[in-house]
């Protein structure tokens, strides 16, 4: 069975420092999302994207996010300079359809910045 | 604004005992519904979900949920709970036009032998 795949599983960094997320959607999908989950809180939504564009975002997704999808299959999350509360269990999820296609959530990367 | 009101934060039960975790949701229209399960250290994963139609759904591992407009309700229910069955749940409510998630803020379920 096909699954949203996500690297690495733990990174670990400085405040101050870029880190890339990244994500490998479910081949045949279209619509990409990035959420996530600060520890012992609920899962929030940060991101949609849908034809090489951003098509929703949060007002947790502000400036120093960017999404991209470089190529036919990653998708990737960048923070270009993390803060002590960026971390949190980001997770991936992409679908076939946007609205009522079921989301299918990657393994989530655990990010703790230091 | 929408939202989605899991009002148990943490359940005990005993397995082979029955389960019913409450989920509320807040929307101007019938949204759609999920209901994903997270194991420790792993990612959500999908039980069931309700879009139209028959308001009682089956999903994966015995659970089923109920839709009921007039209480804005989505339980989720299983009828004799297994150990393995220990985890967190989270309620989820389709938020915008792009399909993004409104999740609840879970309900650990812990099974007692």
């Known amino acids: 069975e096909p699954e949203v795949t996500q690297t690495p599983s733990h990174q670990v960094t400085q405040m101050g420092q870029e880190v890339i997320l990244r994500c490998v959607p479910i081949?045949?999908?279209?619509?990409f999302y990035w959420y996530r989950q600060i520890l012992g809180q609920k899962v929030e939504f940060l991101v949609s994207?849908?034809?090489?564009?951003?098509?929703?975002k949060s007002e947790i997704f502000d400036d120093q996010f960017s999404v991209e999808r470089p190529d036919g299959s990653n998708f990737t999350l960048k923070i270009r300079s993390t803060k002590l509360e960026d971390s949190a269990m980001y997770f991936c999820?992409?679908?076939?359809?946007?609205?009522?296609?079921?989301?299918?959530f990657g393994p989530g990367t655990r990010l703790l910045v230091l | 604004a929408q939202s989605v009101t899991q009002p148990d934060i943490h359940i005990t039960v005993s397995e082979g005992a029955s389960l019913e975790l409450r989920c509320n949701y807040s929307y101007g229209a019938t949204p759609y519904l999920f209901w994903y399960v997270q194991s420790p250290g792993q990612g959500l994963q999908l039980l069931l979900k309700y879009f139209s139609g028959d308001t009682l759904v089956q999903g994966i591992k015995g659970f089923e949920a109920e839709f009921k407009r007039s209480q804005s309700s989505f339980n989720l229910r299983k009828p004799s709970v297994h150990w393995s069955d220990a985890a967190e749940y989270f309620c989820?409510?389709?938020?915008?036009?792009?399909?993004?998630?409104?999740f609840g803020k879970g309900t650990k379920l812990s099974v007692k032998p």
């Open positions: 994207f849908y034809n090489n564009e951003i098509s929703e």
């Open positions: 989820a409510a389709e938020g915008g036009s792009q399909g993004n998630l409104i």
């Open positions: 999820a992409s679908t076939r359809g946007g609205g009522s296609g079921t989301q299918y």
């Open positions: 081949s045949n999908h279209l619509y």
